[in-house]
């Protein structure tokens, strides 16, 4: 088998970081002046922080610029011109991609991509799926929608860029999905952790098929957290018999990170395309040093139609200690996005993230992938229910499985949960994105 | 910094594109399918320069 090189660009994957630095400031200082002379959203912006292109010296000067929130947007997106607003840099006979925000979060924001935008973002995706192990013998299987969202839209054209056999697997529904899978023999696929577990669960108990027995041997996971937390990655790593690599990205921002074939326990920023600063989220200072979670700021630096710069995406993200394996100079953020500020609660005074209970719950044999968590008040008090399918192998068991799933919350969050045991296959399911955490107190 | 030849002949070229393609897109005047593919070909072009960034950005 012929060699190929391990990097999809080994001069910006490998290179040394003062050049990196040097690069992003310059980058940093161009799409800075290009949203400060092309947009009135941006030139007010700025203007009332009183900063200007020729202030941005250094990338501790990076910090002087004022952070855009979601919210901002969906204001911008009132004026003119209709639907994209003010933060619009280019005229909108340019704009030849519209996709927009998932909405759950929200009301959805536009977004406006030009050519050369959209070529970016299928760039950008071919360093993940390359990072990954795609080549161009790989036949790819994508079981999306192709629709307004941006999700995997780039990741086929990137599949295609790398000379890859795309499949397009939309519009058929997750059996004939899986039909397909078995007619055409696909080695890769793309989609949401939920979506990859519903698939297996709907090969296994509706259709009599071992998803494990399939040609895939590669899945690119995006769209939400899943694929970082580690037994949600083994359960569709077992589900499938295949690697399960991750993939952080946003609509407002880009496809900015990507998991390698080495599986280092976190995800490469593609810092030659993105600048990603951490910022504490109580005093807003900058965080450096490696294990300490913040707030992700990011700038993505050749997005041209609807720049994003020193964007808070709400996503929660730490450095790593070490350099990966794998030799990229890319610094990895340690176990992907941990969770989203905005999820992030305290229940009895406690800080609670719902990727940890999910790392729970798929940990333990014998529950199903499904769950739902509950945050109420009862009188002044918080209470948690933890909603779990019990496998129906497990059910006669469920008196030694419930200990294990009760003393393994608390040791991992702090807290004490009320268990609700459901049914295999009752709770609800979710095509795309899950929506697990529901915290009533804020109703 | 120090970049190989290799690096500084590709870098060549890549702006070789660049220019030969807005030449293209010059003369494209009334030929939508010129014009629209000598775009699409310069969208390309755009991102083989950020693959390979001018020497003086990396300093």
């Given at each position: 088998?012929?060699?190929?090189?391990?990097?999809?660009?080994?001069f910006?994957?490998?290179?040394?970081?003062?050049?990196?630095?040097a690069?992003?400031?310059?980058?940093?200082?161009r799409?800075?002046?290009?949203?400060?002379?092309?947009?009135a959203?941006?030139?007010?912006?700025?203007?009332?922080?009183?900063?200007?292109?020729?202030?941005?010296?250094?990338?501790?000067?990076?910090?002087?610029?004022?952070?855009?929130?979601?919210?901002?947007?969906?204001?911008?997106?009132?004026?003119?011109?209709?639907?994209?607003?003010?933060?619009l840099?280019?005229?909108?006979?340019?704009?030849?991609?519209?996709?927009?925000?998932?909405?759950?979060?929200?009301?959805?924001?536009?977004?406006?991509?030009?050519?050369?935008?959209?070529?970016?973002?299928?760039?950008?995706?071919?360093?993940?799926?390359?990072?990954?192990?795609?080549r161009?013998?790989?036949?790819v299987?994508?079981?999306?929608?192709?629709?307004?969202?941006?999700?995997?839209?780039?990741?086929?054209?990137?599949a295609?860029?790398?000379?890859?056999?795309?499949?397009?697997?939309?519009?058929?529904?997750?059996?004939?999905?899986?039909?397909?899978i078995?007619e055409?023999?696909?080695?890769?696929?793309?989609?949401?952790?939920?979506?990859?577990?519903?698939?297996?669960?709907?090969?296994?108990?509706?259709?009599?098929?071992?998803?494990?027995?399939?040609?895939?041997?590669?899945i690119?996971?995006?769209?939400?957290?899943?694929?970082?937390?580690?037994?949600?990655?083994?359960?569709?790593?077992?589900?499938?018999?295949?690697?399960?690599?991750?993939?952080?990205?946003?609509?407002?921002?880009?496809?900015?990170?990507?998991?390698?074939?080495?599986?280092?326990?976190?995800?490469?920023?593609?810092?030659?395309?993105?600048?990603?600063?951490?910022?504490d989220?109580?005093?807003?200072?900058?965080?450096?040093?490696?294990?300490?979670?913040?707030?992700?700021?990011?700038?993505?630096?050749?997005?041209?139609?609807?720049?994003?710069?020193?964007?808070?995406?709400?996503?929660?993200i730490?450095?790593?200690?070490?350099?990966?394996?794998?030799?990229?100079?890319?610094?990895?953020?340690k176990?992907?996005?941990?969770?989203?500020?905005?999820?992030?609660?305290?229940?009895?005074?406690?800080?609670?993230?719902?990727?940890?209970?999910?790392?729970?719950?798929?940990?333990?044999?014998?529950?199903?992938?499904?769950?739902?968590?509950?945050?109420?008040?009862?009188?002044?008090?918080?209470?948690?229910?933890?909603?779990?399918?019990v496998?129906?192998?497990?059910?006669?068991?469920?008196?030694?499985?419930?200990?294990?799933?009760?003393?393994?919350?608390?040791?991992?969050?702090?807290?004490?949960?009320?268990?609700?045991?459901?049914e295999?296959?009752?709770?609800?399911?979710?095509?795309?994105?899950?929506?697990?955490?529901?915290?009533?107190?804020?109703? | 910094?120090?970049?190989?030849?290799?690096?500084?002949?590709?870098?060549?070229?890549?702006?070789?594109?660049?220019?030969?393609?807005?030449?293209?897109?010059?003369?494209?005047?009334?030929?939508?399918?010129?014009?629209?593919?000598?775009?699409?070909?310069?969208?390309?072009?755009?991102?083989?320069?950020?693959?390979?960034?001018?020497?003086?950005?990396?300093?």
């Open positions: 088998m012929k060699k190929t090189n391990p990097y999809w660009n080994p910006l994957e490998t290179l040394p970081r003062e050049s990196l630095r690069l992003q400031l310059n980058k940093f200082r799409i800075f002046k290009w949203a400060y002379d092309h947009s959203f941006h030139r007010r912006l700025y203007e009332s922080a009183g900063v200007r292109p020729e202030d941005i010296r250094s990338l501790e000067d990076v910090r002087k610029v004022p952070k855009v929130e979601k919210t901002m947007m969906r204001d911008i997106q009132l004026k003119d011109p209709f639907p994209y607003g003010d933060a840099c280019v005229p909108l006979e340019e704009v030849t991609e519209y996709r927009q925000t998932s909405g759950t979060t929200g009301q959805p924001v536009y977004q406006a991509d030009t050519w050369t935008d959209w070529e970016w973002w299928s760039e950008c995706w071919a360093y993940i799926l390359w990072a990954q192990g795609y161009p013998e790989d036949r299987f994508i079981p999306f929608g192709y629709n307004v969202f941006v999700a995997f839209w780039a990741g086929h054209y990137a295609e860029k790398i000379g890859c056999e795309v499949v397009p697997g939309g519009v058929l529904d997750t059996k004939a999905r899986l039909l397909k078995q055409i023999r696909p080695t890769a696929m793309m989609a949401t952790p939920t979506y990859i577990l519903g698939m297996a669960e709907t090969a296994r108990h509706k259709m009599g098929m071992d998803p494990a027995l399939t040609s895939i041997n590669k690119t996971c995006a769209g939400e957290p899943g694929a970082s937390i580690p037994s949600t990655k083994k359960r569709m790593e077992e589900a499938w018999n295949a690697r399960v690599y991750d993939h952080s990205g946003a609509t407002e921002i880009g496809a900015w990170s990507y998991e390698c074939t080495e599986q280092p326990g976190g995800l490469h920023v593609n810092e030659a395309f993105f600048h990603v600063e951490i910022e989220r109580e005093t807003g200072e900058p965080i450096e040093e490696p294990g300490r979670p913040g707030e992700m700021i990011i700038t993505a630096f050749d997005r041209k139609a609807q720049p994003c710069i020193r964007f808070d995406s709400k996503d929660i730490q450095w790593a200690e070490d350099p990966c394996p794998c030799g990229r100079t890319f610094r990895l953020i176990g992907g996005v941990i969770g989203r500020a905005d999820d992030i609660t305290k229940v009895k005074g406690v800080l609670l993230s719902p990727s940890a209970i999910e790392e729970v719950v798929r940990s333990i044999d014998g529950i199903g992938d499904e769950f739902e968590v509950v945050v109420e008040k009862k009188g002044d008090i918080d209470q948690i229910t933890l909603k779990v399918e496998l129906p192998d497990y059910r006669e068991r469920w008196g030694e499985v419930e200990p294990v799933l009760k003393d393994q919350l608390r040791l991992k969050t702090n807290l004490g949960y009320r268990i609700e045991v459901h295999h296959n009752t709770l609800p399911r979710y095509d795309v994105k899950a929506r697990r955490f529901k915290d009533l107190r804020k109703h | 910094m120090d970049v190989s030849e290799e690096y500084k002949v590709i870098l060549e070229k890549v702006q070789a594109m660049d220019s030969w393609c807005r030449d293209l897109l010059e003369v494209s005047g009334s030929q939508p399918c010129l014009e629209r593919n000598a775009r699409r070909i310069q969208a390309s072009v755009e991102m083989l320069k950020l693959d390979f960034p001018e020497i003086s950005d990396l300093e």
